[in-house]
């Protein structure tokens, strides 16, 4: 995760490990099992093109789909090693070009219009 550069094809599918890694600890908790599905699930995509399970559309778990969006928003306006901050207009831009492919269509667009009434 600190590599400045673009992944290659063997690091991106290791990173892509990190959902199933999270699930096992959190379901080890007694405190936290309840929540391990939202771990596991909140890399999937609306369209089926996300990952560990490639699950799709109202099969992944709500607060998972609500996780994503949210979970996005935050990497987008606070950057990372690997990518630089956008401006939070720029990043509900994003999520609403992504909607219905990556993000639930109902909550991305939920997301867009609370976070714009913040401002």
């Known amino acids: 995760m600190l590599k400045p550069e673009k992944l290659t094809i063997g690091e991106y599918e290791e990173i892509k490990k990190h959902s ?6 959190v379901q080890a908790s007694v405190d936290l099992a309840h929540i391990a599905d939202l ?4 890399h999937e995509h609306w369209d089926g ?3 560990p399970r490639g699950i799709k559309g109202r099969k992944i778990p709500k607060l998972a789909r609500i996780i994503s969006i949210v979970d996005a928003y935050v990497v987008m306006t606070h950057g990372a090693v690997y990518k630089k901050a956008i401006s939070c207009e ?3 831009k994003e999520i609403s070009r992504c909607s219905g492919s990556q993000f639930d269509p109902n909550f991305s667009e939920e997301f867009i219009e609370m976070m714009m009434e913040m401002e």
């Open 49 to 51: 093109q996300g990952y």
């Open 20 to 25: 199933e890694a999270g699930y096992r600890i």
């Open 39 to 42: 771990v596991l699930f909140h």
């Open 90 to 92: 720029e990043a509900l």
